[in-house]
């Protein structure tokens, strides 16, 4: 257990609904970060958040927004959705802005866009 | 920006030889490598992970060769186990860039 939880596990939704993914950090941890990953795909990243501020963005969609708040939780928010969409999210978190440090995984969320 | 491309794609051994994933990185500021095993369905885990300082790093059956000059680190798993089987990424990183570049990913497989 890497100390970084994830809400919901899975999610099925259908085209053109909107979602909001959640994660919460391992505590002490100032940093998040939200990647995607597809069927048999590697990892993608989308977006980074240090100490409410965002400090990275990826290959991120429009469609797709986050924030950190004051007690650090994140969330993703997905609009507009799209078969296409269907795939894990995982956040990770770690204690320090910068990217030369271990990320720790949540368990991810599952979505499944029909 | 970075580009990490990792391989193979898929790697099949025997139980007890030697496996080894190469990656190559274009970033030559990048300097941070780390390795993550991600079993199916599961969170990837960091396993290893080598600074720039440094040209080689082990800890136990796994270790980690960087060459700078190259632009390219491996891992390398020896005396292989059906438990290392699981998809395997590499990824580069900067500390003032503030985002992980992962490659595409190997998936071993440890035949017993």
């Known amino acids: 257990d890497s100390g970084v939880t994830q809400t919901p596990k899975h999610l099925i939704t259908a085209t053109g609904q909107r979602v909001t993914l959640r994660c919460s950090p391992r505590s002490g941890d100032l940093s998040v970060y939200w990647y995607q990953q597809s069927l048999d795909q590697g990892l993608q990243f989308l977006i980074q958040y240090y100490n409410g501020e965002e400090r990275a963005k990826g290959n991120i969609l429009e469609r797709f927004s986050a924030q950190q708040f004051p007690d650090l939780h994140s969330e993703l928010n997905l609009s507009s959705l799209e078969l296409g969409d269907s795939a894990l999210y995982f956040c990770a978190s770690s204690p320090v802005a910068g990217a030369s440090y271990e990320q720790y995984f949540g368990p991810g969320t599952r979505l499944t866009v029909t | 920006g970075e580009n990490v491309e990792q391989h193979p794609s898929t790697l099949s051994v025997q139980e007890g030889d030697s496996a080894v994933i190469k990656c190559t990185y274009s970033?030559?500021?990048?300097?941070?490598f780390p390795w993550y095993k991600q079993e199916l369905g599961k969170r990837p885990q960091l396993i290893i992970d080598?600074?720039?300082?440094?040209g080689e790093k082990k800890d136990q059956r796994i270790a980690v060769t960087l060459n700078k000059t190259a632009k390219h680190f491996s891992l390398h798993i020896t005396e292989t186990q059906p438990e290392d089987s699981a998809v395997y990424f590499c990824a580069a990183s900067r500390n003032n860039f503030n985002k992980f570049y992962f490659g595409s990913g190997t998936k071993l497989n440890v035949k017993p």
């Open positions: 970033d030559s500021a990048s300097n941070y």
């Open positions: 080598i600074r720039s300082n440094v």
